[in-house]
């Protein structure tokens, strides 16, 4: 039969949709460990990354579950929300991929400007303080250097990194969003095979 057989397809997407289980508990894993020591303090970064991981993760065991049972149902709408997540992915990365130096400074001032507890955490982790200017007057700033008066803007430290990680961020999307794709076109396929097991007049 190869891997054209109804065996192997089940076993590959029984083993794709094991391997977005692992990174889902991952994503949730580093947020709450984050979270627990310390190293984040906004609570909407926290929360959006556990909201995806435990998306990720629903989505991922319908997909095992529909796999090992041959269930058309789950199978169905797993195919239709997989697909629906690599069309966000695919255009989330390859706009990452895409955005120059001027598009970068204005989302991350949008960052910024959001949250005060991400800024704190920022400014901390970065030894920095301000975005494009430095606090004045009775202002304050978390990081050690504010004392001494050394500090430099977030935006200069940020900007250093910045094309460097928005380009890994957008190549480990598209890789996944190519493995997305690849998961909708096995469970169509797994969905129109035959089990062997079953009757062998019945399409299932």
Known sequence: MGCAGFTCSKNSLCALNILYVM???LMIGIAAWG?????VSSFQV???IIGVGVFLFVVALAGLVGAMKHHQVLLFFYMIILFMVFVVQFS???ACLAINKDQQEQLLEVGWN???ST???VEKTLNCCGFLQLPSGNDTCPAACFAQHTCTTCAAKIQEHAEEVLHFVGGIGLFFSF???LGVWLTYR??????PRANPSAFL
């Open 119 to 121: 800024q704190a955490d």
């Open 46 to 48: 926290v929360g959006g």
């Open 23 to 25: 990174v889902s508990l």
């Open 35 to 39: 979270k627990w020591f310390g190293l």
């Open 179 to 181: 493995t997305e794709i």
């Open 92 to 94: 989330v990365s390859s």
């Open 114 to 116: 959001n949250s005060q």
């Open 190 to 195: 797994y969905r129109n095979q035959k089990d």
